[in-house]
């Protein structure tokens, strides 16, 4: 495909490029700077509203706002470099903004990194002539616990609503008034609480929306700034930490164009403070006749070895899917290789079968068709293919989603059964999935064989052959493939059963966390956990070894793309990293494993990613390329019937219970008191139908019963939600059981 | 010679109730319909192009040429027809709707034919209840009767807002959104309403459409200037004897609607000043009272042609309050959306605050000027240049008076201007929310 | 409070009329605020954007920028003076200085008993037959300042 490509002069020197370019990137070419305010591509169209960008054009009288235009051939430009007309309306316009703009940049947190500051230095005038009083306001007012507003720095530009409004599609930020009264707002001064609100921050060119967090703790030129990759999910999204003085500070966006396009959820934007909550775990602990109590590392150390010893193979590991795959594949080498302990208890099922269907998540944006199937709103287990998804709608895409609250209705469960019927040649969805050249799946739930039966459908659909088609599963764990695949690749035995767990070792928050592996800590005879905070074992391990977070972290991480990235240790941990001690564990067994992450990551390249290095990796990771299908294991249970609809019951029967994990929860975002108004509220879904048999409306208090037990919570009826479900978040549904009779209060 | 008042647009308004289907078609109402209908779309393209029908909602763009534009493809094309009129000065479309409703739906039928449209929005500013009434009642007629084919026509009401006048702006309030302008390009013929290709055209050039297809394109053109044809409902208002909206044929010299027209300054005041075209234009002075009333004429004069809206102001007013006032509506309409014009209409009142309440410097005088200067052609849409030329162009022609507040210390009248005291929208505290921006502060610092 | 089945109908009926349902939304503000008692309080935003499947804040957006909408509470009977260049010429401001004094109210303001609020406007598109004032959204025009003393009674008896 060849692309036409035009030739333009800006400021006398000649640049081609393709037709269609935008005269603000065609002048960058050039190597020219036309400056810009409200421009932002990622926004959607340019809205020309903050006249920073005024260039002359041969044969137009009027000065253009450059960001509007696109080139044309011959088109000769002059930017303020060589117009002195041009230079006169940029003057302008910062004399314009400057009239209102007050001159606190000594205390302003975009001080030093403010487009307004720099463009002023450059294209400004030197004094003022505004000898009125400037618009005052209350300043700053909480836009959230997490975003101040300085409506008096605001410029006008609009970046943060069309962010809302066209990006996010939240509707929440919005702009009221008009005229010179215009300003941005939420309804009613609530707060902006919606899954991507940080990003408006690093949208704004000036000091207008700061972060809560970040607020007076640093300047640009006293921080560094290390690359690294967000571990709160499945996405993998590209991110910078902003240190000062080994402390992180805040956490930006990095754009990876294939990934998050430099947007970021404010789950991985604002958990960082958990690195210094106060129960952190900095030494190890160890349960004595009164209970636990710190002690050494070398007494730990000793302590564990002797656990190991004494445990041998019977030895089971849990592991947890946030754990970089270096630690994964090192803890495989001493329990594995060490001790002959082949049992592990894998974060989640995990699937190599959607190889063959590899896409970028940014290729969900050019499809014409996504399907997506499962339990979970998309946003809740990988927040940023929503915002891709949201794009892909407002190209003409056709999203249909199969769940509870989905466009196809469905019950919980139901996925596997929609994909199968999918499948089905006579399906009509399904006829229109194999004729398209651009579609996507997307299984976002719990089940589903770790993406093997998304897999399934697209091998069945005849996607190998189709560049622009591809499917996905969202994992619940940031590295689950990762994490597996380096267990597995640490030991070539098979694994094997252990009928008698004598010792438990849990790695990872996550683990700890699990229902499941606390359940199988209460048969083992001992248990080793690896955590960062008191509250997850405090209860039931009998050695506590301290973990670090994902900032603290050198290492690599698989994304649900199946893109491997690299994690960089942005701050020092406050105790030894897991690999230090585990290479020290590990001589103790004769196994040598090195306690550099670059070096294990080597050892794991050469079994795993053919040599892939570190550098290959730079700091925007590659997409591997697709493999052949390989069928995966068929599915060990039958796809279970989606519950039937409820049909004209003439009583009130019992709801299934649909738990959700929530984007925002877990022990991160549990220690961030400016994150909690994020957290659902103590509230149940119910469909329009199940309401109105129980008399119930939106605010009521409600009471879920099952066997003997009972939760009370607050009615929202969700007209998009399935009949016969009760919608509860994880946290708010503690011991419920799978029926629940749903009254009210 | 005065010029016979020769009638298109009002034609049979004076003598019957055109406003029922019954009445109108007794005037002929509809034959041309039903000939544009037995055309080839095209050839109704053709005849409007032919007559060259300019915009009379103000920027006088010919709607052939306009027609000419529309992008071609599958999908639908819309009609737009802007009946938002809120100039200050202008009240013709009224007089259209709540006269001659039906020569409206006519008109929109005729383009919508020749456009292949079968959506037509009419967008109505909210203030216009009766108009709208009028309108919807003759719809509902024209629908009963078969008229309207496969074609909708809906009744878009505004809610307050000059802004949506400007084209785009329309269309994204159209569209549910704030009404502020768009980009251009892409101009509204390639991305319009709904991102379709749209036609715009203002209710007295829509209204125009079936008279040209009556007369045929060259007898339309003998009627005005050659360079714009046909004729305009002149609304002359301010201090003549008779104000009122005049029909008459482009061209008519601006002295002889003032004296002639419309009888002369009232109370045997002397003119001091003509505003052509609504507020939003240069004014003229009683020395260029001559110049013929037709889109090129009155721009060699340096002033617009606009929407014909005459202001006549006599020697009571001080010319100070008159820019102060005029600069207060421009500041009050900023939709907010640019820079120059959102800040720089509410620096104008400032300033032109300070120098009317006497406590202008002469620097003040420079900076108002550069102010304007530095507004002019710099924002998204016509609003921030409207904004600036009855200020620019007032402190051009009257500087005496601007100088004499400086020199005085107060306005020079003494308080008996005939805008004396007069409060402006934007001085209220009703609309904004909540403790808004405030009236403009003018204590200095 | 929440709109009623009539209004509810009538704006489901506004968003048909157009490709984009969004559309109706001023139809809809225009409804609510009927309904409402002339002004839109926060529960009529709420009302209209659940009407339309939008959010309370995109509605007040749209409501906060045109003129007819009232997010203030506003009197029973809304008097409107046009007070731009052709009615000032014509003497606009005796005519709100005259309702003014009868009402004891400042232009924006609602009399004490809430029945009558006293605004000035932009220019109505009355020129011709200046000033004009818009009593209750129609148009009495010329109104002169001894016209007033009537209004003003009227709209006591009504």
Not at chain 1, 505 to 531: K, N, Q, Y
Not at chain 1, 571 to 594: H, K, Q, T
Request: hydrophobic share 40%; net charge negative; aromatic share 6%.
């Amino acid at each position: 495909m060849s692309v036409e490509l035009v030739t333009v002069t800006v400021d006398d020197r000649r640049v081609q490029v393709p037709k269609g370019t935008g005269l603000v990137e065609a002048a960058q070419a050039a190597g020219i700077e036309i400056p810009v305010f409200c421009y932002e591509p990622r926004l959607g169209p340019p809205i020309g509203a903050c006249r920073m960008c005024l260039v002359e054009i041969e044969g137009i009288p009027k000065l253009q706002a450059g960001c509007t235009l696109t080139v044309q051939e011959g088109m000769v430009v002059r930017t303020a470099q060589t117009s002195a007309k041009a230079a006169e309306g940029q003057e302008a316009t910062l004399e314009f903004i400057l009239v209102n703009h007050p001159l606190d940049c000594p205390v302003c947190d975009k001080g030093g990194e403010c487009p307004l500051q720099d463009l002023t230095f450059r294209y400004g005038p030197g004094a003022t002539r505004m000898r009125f009083r400037k618009l005052t306001f209350d300043k700053p007012i909480p836009l959230s616990p997490l975003i101040a507003l300085d409506r008096e720095r605001c410029i006008l530009c609009y970046r943060c609503t069309r962010f809302s409004e066209e990006v996010a599609e939240d509707g929440q930020l919005v702009a009221r008034n008009r005229g010179a009264r215009s300003e941005i707002a939420t309804f009613e001064d609530v707060p902006y609480r919606a899954p991507f609100t940080g990003n408006v921050i690093e949208l704004c060119p000036v000091g207008a929306l700061t972060s809560t967090l970040y607020r007076f703790e640093g300047r640009p030129w006293d921080t560094q700034e290390v690359p690294t990759v967000c571990a709160a999910c499945p996405v993998g999204c590209n991110v910078t930490a902003t240190i000062r003085e080994g402390k992180v500070k805040r956490i930006l966006s990095r754009n990876h164009p294939e990934i998050d396009r430099g947007w970021l959820c404010d789950k991985g934007r604002f958990t960082y403070p958990y690195l210094r909550a106060g129960d952190r775990i900095t030494a190890p602990l160890r349960r004595g006749p009164r209970g636990l109590a710190e002690t050494t590392w070398e007494e730990a150390l000793d302590a564990a070895e002797e656990l190991l010893r004494e445990a041998g193979a019977g030895t089971v590991t849990a592991l947890s899917g946030s754990e970089t795959t270096e630690i994964a594949y090192a803890l495989g080498r001493l329990l594995r290789v060490g001790l002959g302990a082949h049992s592990a208890v894998l974060p989640e099922a995990t699937s190599d079968a959607l190889e063959a269907f590899r896409l970028p998540l940014s290729a969900i944006a050019e499809a014409e068709l996504v399907v997506v199937v499962g339990d979970d709103p998309v946003v809740e287990r990988a927040p940023i293919v929503d915002l891709w998804l949201r794009e892909a709608r407002r190209r003409g895409a056709e999203i249909a989603v199969f769940g509870p609250t989905g466009t196809h209705p469905l019950g919980p469960g139901g996925a596997a059964e929609a994909c199968r019927r999918l499948a089905d040649p006579g399906h009509e969805l399904g006829r229109r999935l194999r004729a398209a050249e651009r579609a996507v799946l997307i299984w976002s739930g719990p089940g589903g064989g770790g993406g093997a039966r998304v897999a399934e459908l697209a091998h069945a659909l005849g996607f190998e052959g189709k560049p622009g088609c591809g499917a996905f599963h969202l994992p619940a764990s940031p590295n689950a493939r990762g994490v597996a695949m380096a267990w597995a690749a640490a030991a070539d035995e098979d694994e094997a059963e252990v009928e008698h767990v004598r010792l438990l070792f849990v790695s990872g928050d996550d683990a700890a966390s699990d229902p499941a592996v606390r359940a199988l800590a209460e048969r083992a005879d001992a248990t080793i956990v690896v955590t960062m905070f008191h509250g997850l074992a405090a209860g039931w391990a009998d050695l506590i070894l301290p973990a670090t977070g994902w900032l603290e972290r050198e290492g690599t991480s698989m994304n649900l793309e199946g893109r491997l990235q690299r994690l960089r240790r942005a701050v020092l941990p406050p105790c030894p990293d897991e690999l230090g001690w585990i290479s020290e564990l590990a001589a103790r067994f004769g196994v040598e494993v090195s306690p550099y992450a670059a070096l294990v990551y080597e050892e794991v390249a050469a079994r795993l990613f053919r040599d892939l290095s570190l550098a290959e990796l730079g700091l925007r990771a590659p997409l591997p390329a697709r493999k052949p299908y390989a069928a995966p294991p068929p599915a060990t249970t039958p796809a279970s019937q989606p519950a039937a609809p409820a049909e004209e019951e003439p009583f009130l029967g019992t709801l299934r219970l649909l738990r959700y994990r929530p984007l925002f929860s877990g022990p991160a975002v549990e220690r961030v008191p400016e994150l909690q108004f994020q957290r659902p509220a103590r509230e149940v879904a119910l469909s329009e139908a199940d309401a109105e048999r129980r008399g119930i409306v939106s605010g009521d208090r409600v009471l879920l019963r099952s066997n003997g037990t009972s939760v009370e919570l607050r009615a929202r009826v969700d007209r998009a939600l399935v009949e016969g479900v009760a919608r509860v978040a994880e946290e708010h549904a503690l011991d419920l059981h799978a029926e629940v009779e749903v009254v009210k209060a | 010679m005065p010029a016979e008042p020769l009638e298109l647009l009002m034609a049979g308004t004076a003598e019957h109730d055109l406003t029922t289907l019954e009445g109108y078609r007794a005037v002929g109402g509809y034959a041309a319909l039903a000939k544009a209908r037995a055309m080839e779309p095209q050839a109704v393209i053709d005849e409007i192009t032919a007559a060259t029908i300019r915009g009379r909602g103000g920027a006088g763009f010919p709607m052939g040429r306009k027609a000419s534009l529309l992008a071609k493809d599958r999908g639908p094309v819309y009609l737009v027809v802007n009946a938002d009129e809120s100039e200050p000065g202008a009240f013709k479309d009224r007089d259209v709707m709540r006269f001659t409703p039906h020569r409206l739906i006519e008109g929109c039928l005729i383009t919508a034919h020749g456009i292949e449209s079968r959506s037509v929005f009419v967008y109505i500013r909210g203030e216009y209840l009766h108009e709208f009434e009028v309108l919807r009642r003759a719809l509902a007629e024209a629908r009963e009767a078969g008229l309207l084919g496969d074609v909708t026509i809906v009744l878009h009401r505004g809610a307050g807002a000059y802004i949506c006048g400007e084209e785009t702006a329309l269309l994204e309030s159209l569209e549910g959104r704030r009404g502020q302008p768009r980009p251009r390009p892409p101009f509204p013929p390639v991305v319009g309403l709904y991102g379709r290709p749209t036609q715009i055209n203002n209710v007295s050039t829509i209204a125009l459409v079936p008279k040209v297809i009556e007369l045929g394109a060259e007898e339309f053109a003998k009627i005005g200037v050659p360079s714009a044809p046909g004729t305009a409902v002149f609304s002359i208002s301010g201090n003549v004897a008779r104000p009122g909206n005049y029909e008459r044929p482009l061209g008519i010299p601006l002295r002889e609607l003032v004296y002639d027209v419309a009888g002369g300054i009232a109370g045997g005041r002397r003119l001091k000043a003509v505003i052509p075209g609504g507020s939003s234009v240069p004014v003229l002075t009683p020395e260029e009272l001559d110049t013929p009333m037709d889109y090129d004429s009155i721009q060699a004069a340096g002033s617009f042609f606009g929407s014909a809206a005459i202001i006549v102001v006599d020697d009571r007013c001080c010319m100070v309050q008159l820019a102060l006032r005029a600069a207060q509506f421009y500041m009050h309409e900023s939709c907010g959306k640019c820079t120059p014009c959102r800040v720089g209409t509410r620096w104008l009142v400032q300033l032109l605050t300070k120098i009317e309440e006497g406590r202008g410097a002469p620097a003040d005088l420079d900076l108002l000027d550069d102010v304007c200067e530095r507004m002019l052609g710099k924002s998204l849409c016509a609003l921030g240049d409207f904004a600036v030329y009855p200020v620019s162009s007032y402190l051009r022609k009257y500087r005496d008076e601007f100088e004499a507040h400086v020199e005085l210390g107060r306005c020079p009248f003494g308080g008996e201007s005939s805008l004396e005291g007069i409060v402006a929208p934007v001085e209220q505290h009703v609309h904004a929310l909540p403790a808004d921006a405030g009236v403009p502060e003018a204590a200095p610092l | 409070m929440t709109l009623s089945p009539e209004t509810l109908r009538r704006i489901e009926d506004a968003q048909r009329l157009y490709p984009e349902p969004r559309s109706a939304v001023m139809e809809a503000l225009r409804l609510a605020q009927a309904e409402y008692g002339g002004w839109l309080p926060p529960e009529a935003l709420r009302d209209v954007a659940e009407a339309l499947d939008a959010t309370p804040a995109y509605c007040l957006s749209i409501a906060s920028f045109y003129d007819m909408y009232h997010l203030q509470p506003i009197g029973r009977h809304l008097v409107e003076v046009c007070t731009n260049l052709s009615c000032a010429l014509a003497g606009a401001q005796r005519v709100l200085d005259a309702f003014a004094a009868g009402l004891g109210v400042e232009p924006g303001g609602t009399t004490e008993d809430g029945q009558v609020t006293l605004r000035a406007i932009e220019c109505a598109g009355g020129c011709g037959r200046a000033p004009v004032v818009v009593v209750d959204h129609r148009y009495r025009e010329p109104v002169r300042p001894e016209d007033v003393p009537a209004i003003l009674e009227e709209l006591r008896a009504g």
